[in-house]
């Protein structure tokens, strides 16, 4: 069969992703990224987004079980005012190159002598946050200064002297800073999602370790990744690919959320894990007998004297390799496939070699990335192994070339019915999904949305 030439649509280079990525340094120079990702300064703006009602509702259930007194320092006796109120006005988060995120909430509080006309207070909180990476592999978000300040609000009334004197002292800056990454929603909950086990089949699973912590720009936030797969609860290890990761500068700001980066040999690692895990074995049903193939190959009807449905058994005898170029995602198997009969007892009397590429459409569902195969673009076929004598190439390929390119794709494409997981994090789906093919590699510039489940 002859190759088929496809193109998909590209799209604008959304991000500065590769630039990002190459400063990373391994934590071991054994491991390499196969995978990345960048959040973006509008990715940022959203979760500060989805943060603001869980930040006020931790606020107003920390604060109003409190008397005023309770957050200021210098209180010699405790006072019956109390917080009555509680509204964030703003929350916002903005990158600090190659430190961190600085955290901003604006909290506008109601306080109140007992029987008395609440006072309006402005609490601002202002937090410089960094990530770690902890020993055992899984990001932190943590505080490196706090700087909490409290102001009257102009009401036009005139406020009791004991408003005015608990404005006047000093914030208790232990108090409300202790802990103040728990004002977003959940991040080292999240942070400690993305490392989790996710499956891929049955058998199979993955999981994507951060090789470093997250290089910080105006760009976005750049993480790299490195893809380990296990079959049976055993890690699989997957050959070293011979070119380590790496992307070119993309010149314009996204204007997406997230983009993920997917390289060539992720790909290739994936299916070598489920090769390694047998899914790829398969039996392919045949409309031959093995009367109807005796006219063809006259051997084998001295073999089975009575008829007997004719059952194909292939299985890949080498690794099978994507390969990536610009629009267009292929996949290569290398298969063995033996011709016999006999049900239960399955008996090989020819073995042939397949060797098929077919194309891979790509696209992501939810959080999971959809794997299909496509038409096939190529195949030859030879003998590998004949208890009926020699049988010339073009009689096995009009005999059994139709079911293995109608089969093999089906088979493949039942193997990943349920897609593979994009890293993630828990809470959050992907919307407005563009899959970009390049060569060696894959970009997903995408949208986050928080599940209605959690909002």
């Keep these: 069969m002859g190759k088929a030439n496809r193109k998909g649509s590209t799209v604008p280079l959304l991000c500065t992703l590769g630039a990002l990525l190459a400063l990373l ?17 509008l990715g940022l703006r959203y ?9 006020e509702v931790a606020l107003r259930r920390d604060l109003m079980a409190l008397r005023a007194s309770d957050l200021f320092l210098g209180s010699a006796s405790p006072s019956r005012d109390r917080i ?12 600090i190159p190659e430190a961190g995120l600085r955290l901003g909430i604006e909290v506008e509080l109601g306080i109140a002598p007992l029987r008395a006309m609440p006072t309006l207070a ?23 200064a706090c700087r909490p300040t409290m102001h009257a609000q102009s ?24 802990d103040i990454s728990k004002l977003l929603l959940f991040p080292n909950e999240q942070l400690i999602s993305l490392t989790a086990l996710l499956p891929v089949t049955p058998s199979c699973q ?62 290739t690692s994936l299916y070598f894990t489920l090769e390694r895990a047998g899914a790829f074995n398969m039996t392919i049903p045949s409309m031959l007998t093995t009367a109807t193939l005796a006219r063809k190959i006259t051997q084998v009807g001295s073999l089975y ?46 073995s042939v070699s397949v060797d098929v590429t077919t194309g891979l459409q790509l696209s992501v569902s939810d959080t999971r990335m959809m794997i299909s195969t496509a038409m096939i673009e190529d195949a030859e076929l030879s003998l590998a192994a004949s208890d009926v004598g ?31 997981h994009l890293p993630h994090l828990s809470r959050f789906t992907y919307t407005d999904v563009s899959v970009v093919i390049h060569k060696d590699y894959v970009l997903v510039p995408c949208n986050l949305k928080l599940q209605s489940t959690m909002a």
């Design 47 to 55: 979760f500060a987004e989805v943060s603001k009602p869980h930040a």
């Design 390 to 420: 020699l049988v010339p190439a073009a009689l096995l390929e009009e005999l059994f070339l139709a079911p293995v390119c109608q089969q093999v794709p089906a088979w493949m494409d039942d193997v990943l019915r349920e897609g593979v």
């Design 305 to 350: 004297p009575e008829d007997l449905p004719i059952m194909l058994s292939a299985a890949l005898r080498s690794s099978p390799r994507v390969v990536l170029e610009e629009g267009r995602a292929a996949l290569k198997l290398f298969l063995t496939v033996h011709i016999g009969a006999g049900t239960p007892d399955f008996q090989s009397f020819l």
């Design 155 to 178: 009401t036009g009334e005139v406020e009791s002297k004991s408003s005015r004197s608990i404005l006047s002292k000093k914030v208790d800056v232990e108090k409300l800073c202790l």
């Design 84 to 95: 009555t109120s509680v509204k964030v006005v703003d929350l916002w988060l903005s990158l």
């Design 25 to 41: 340094v391994p934590v071991r120079t054994t491991r390499a990224p196969d995978c990345g990702g960048i959040l973006t300064p």
């Design 206 to 267: 993955l999981q994507y370790l951060p090789l470093a912590v997250p290089v910080f720009s105006k760009q976005g936030i750049a993480l790299s990744l490195q893809t380990t797969f296990q079959v049976a609860g055993a890690a699989v290890p997957v050959p070293v690919s011979p070119v380590p990761f790496s992307m070119p500068e993309l010149a314009s700001a996204s204007t997406s959320h997230l983009i993920l980066a997917l390289s060539e040999h992720f790909y």
């Design 122 to 144: 402005r609490l601002s909180i202002q937090a410089d946050l960094h990530v770690d990476l902890g020993p055992d592999g899984n990001l932190q978000l943590l505080t490196s």
